[in-house]
């Protein structure tokens, strides 16, 4: 297994660009989320997914759009980039609905925006 | 939402000492998970500990549900230990928090 994979693992966006970061998971798990990381901080939860077709707002949902097709990805999009998103951003999955189960972490993308 | 907060925010110590950190949270939980991220940034899963006490080679830890708290206990540490720790907790609404982490640096 892969696990959890995303991409790409670097990106530099102009103010108002728009990109979708991939997240990828080979386990087969339901829970997907998506998180980020500014510096000195802990992870904030951005979006999550129970399941494919049902998707959830974190605590910090502002400027960011979810999708879940499918069971295997849940891509990030940034309609139109802010300096304030400058980041790192994790993706996680885990078997089902986050609450019993451990949490697997994605490599992470660094974004910066200009 | 739920608060959670960890202790102490910094931590350097000398390579073989023992260390403990804590996470406090302040609602009911139905999962408390530690990480350790290394330099690398890469976060590694260390416990899945809603309850009672789980050990793993050096490192081991207590949640006591009833109180809020858990500890994360780092035996004879080596200077791979270093990087940040995290606790991690998810109400029964499905939402995770995280708190700011213990930075631990390990001096040989």
């Known amino acids: 297994n892969a696990g959890v994979t995303q991409t790409p693992k670097f990106q530099v966006l102009k103010t108002g660009q728009s990109m979708t970061l991939q997240c990828a998971q080979d386990m087969n798990h339901e829970y997907m989320s998506w998180y980020r990381q500014d510096p000195g901080m802990g992870l904030r939860l951005i979006h999550y997914s129970v399941g494919a077709g049902i998707t959830d707002q974190g605590e910090v949902p502002n400027g960011y759009n979810v999708s879940r097709s499918t069971t295997e990805d849940f891509p990030l999009r940034l309609l139109s980039a802010a300096p304030s998103q400058t980041s790192v951003y994790f993706c996680a999955s885990s078997i089902s609905g986050g609450l019993q189960e451990t949490q697997y972490f994605g490599p992470g993308t660094r974004l910066l925006v200009l | 939402g739920i608060q959670v907060e960890q202790s102490p925010p910094d931590l350097i110590l000398q390579e073989g000492a023992n260390s403990t950190l804590r996470c406090n949270f302040s609602?009911?939980?139905?999962?408390l998970q530690w990480f350790h991220q290394n330099p690398w940034g890469q976060l590694i899963n260390l416990f899945y500990?809603?309850?009672g006490t789980k050990q793993n080679g050096r490192l081991s830890a207590t949640t006591v549900a009833t109180e809020r708290y858990s500890l994360l206990y780092i035996s004879s540490s080596q200077t791979t230990d270093s990087g940040v720790y995290f606790c991690?907790?998810?109400?029964?609404?499905?939402?995770?928090?995280f708190g700011d982490g213990t930075t631990l640096t390990v001096k040989p």
């Open positions: 609602d009911s939980v139905n999962n």
């Open positions: 991690a907790v998810v109400t029964n609404a499905g939402k995770s928090t």
């Open positions: 500990i809603p309850s």
